[in-house]
């Protein structure tokens, strides 16, 4: 079997700055657990991020990705190299991980943002992915009405994607109550189309109503 080699804490706590800025940016992280980091995403979709090296243990220089589910297994994967990342060619960023103490090398060259902004977007194409046939089956996700396309339209054209319950009844208060909102609400919460409160409309909830039309 061969040997694996982890991350230490440091270069685990290193890193924890990367994914707090995709989580603020994509809805369902978890936590990090062990050494990876995880989305849940709607459809059961379990995404996991990993630290790992190309050239020595005592450098951690790419973050690897798998999306899976319960159905299909692991259907996407995604690496995203520091190098990339990095403005000059000849001094990539890493971790620098010896002995248990663990610092960034050449992080001024490191152009973090634009990692964590590609790793966000990958994210949210995999919240469209959800609603693919072979990775969730169709009942896996509700029937949206006329109305609600209609609400969830204005949602992301009017309010900034924000699921606001108020302004939203003002709008539609004449054709759905507030109680019968409300509930739309948790049940589209409950399966992820909308983020917790405040509530969002969510990329899959997006690319729902465009798989419909």
Known sequence: MPFIFYPSFQALNLADVIFD???????????RLGAAWYWQLPGGIVVTFRLDYAVTEERWDT????????????????????????????????????????EWSNRLYFQMGHLII??????????????APHVAT????????PLEREIVKYA??????????GQLHDAFGDRISR???????????????????PRRVTYALYALIEAGE
């Open 156 to 165: 992301l054209d009017e309010l900034d994607s924000w699921f606001n319950l």
């Open 21 to 31: 800025e995709i989580a603020e940016r994509v809805p369902g992280f978890v936590d």
């Open 138 to 145: 169709p009942a896996s996700f509700p029937y949206l009405s």
């Open 179 to 197: 109680r019968r909102l409300g509930r739309l609400a948790q049940e589209w919460e409950r399966a992820g189309l909308l983020t917790p409160g």
């Open 63 to 102: 973050i690897r990705a798998e999306a899976s589910n319960p159905r299909t297994g692991i259907f996407n994967a995604a690496d995203f190299p520091f190098i990339a990342y990095g403005t000059i060619l000849s001094s990539p960023p890493y971790i620098h991980d010896l002995q248990g103490i663990a």
């Open 118 to 131: 590609d790793a966000a977007r990958w994210l949210q194409m995999l919240h469209a992915t959800a609603i």
